[in-house]
């Protein structure tokens, strides 16, 4: 069974950065691995997956050229920078696994396929 915790959350300006961490224990070969946020009174929306048969990345459209994943196997973490972080970044952050690998149709599709998600750590960008 994927267990997941999240860290690393906080509250930044603006502008400001931050690294999200997820602790993952259980075996995830094959699974697609990503971040999804969600918003008071919003849907889950897919931010960034990581295909680990491969290591394919797919990205959701409030991403490219701001967000960054990546994964540590030996650690057995799973990592989201954020840079230039906007207001609207604001939400929860979820660190999530599907193991049947749905990350292939997209994230938009994979974030709605999920076997497994953390707790979540709390992200607040002030203006």
């Known amino acids: 069974q994927v267990q997941l915790v999240e860290s690393g959350g906080g509250s930044v300006q603006t502008g400001g950065a931050l690294k999200l961490s997820c602790a993952v224990s259980?075996?995830?070969?094959?699974?697609?691995m990503g971040w999804f946020r969600q918003a008071p009174g919003k849907e889950r929306e897919g931010v960034a997956v990581?295909?680990?048969?491969?290591?394919?990345?797919y990205y959701g459209d409030s991403a490219p050229g701001r967000f960054s994943i990546a994964q540590d196997n030996v650690k057995n973490m799973l990592y989201l920078q954020m840079n230039n972080l906007k207001p609207e970044d604001t939400g929860t952050y979820h660190c999530?696994?599907?193991?049947?690998?749905?990350?292939?149709?997209?994230?938009?599709?994979?974030?709605?396929?999920?076997?497994?998600w953390g707790q979540g750590t709390q992200v607040t960008v002030s203006s």
């Open positions: 999530a696994a599907d193991r049947r690998a749905t990350c292939v149709y997209g994230v938009g599709t994979w974030v709605n396929h999920l076997d497994a």
């Open positions: 259980g075996s995830t070969y094959g699974y697609c």
């Open positions: 990581i295909n680990t048969n491969g290591g394919r990345i």
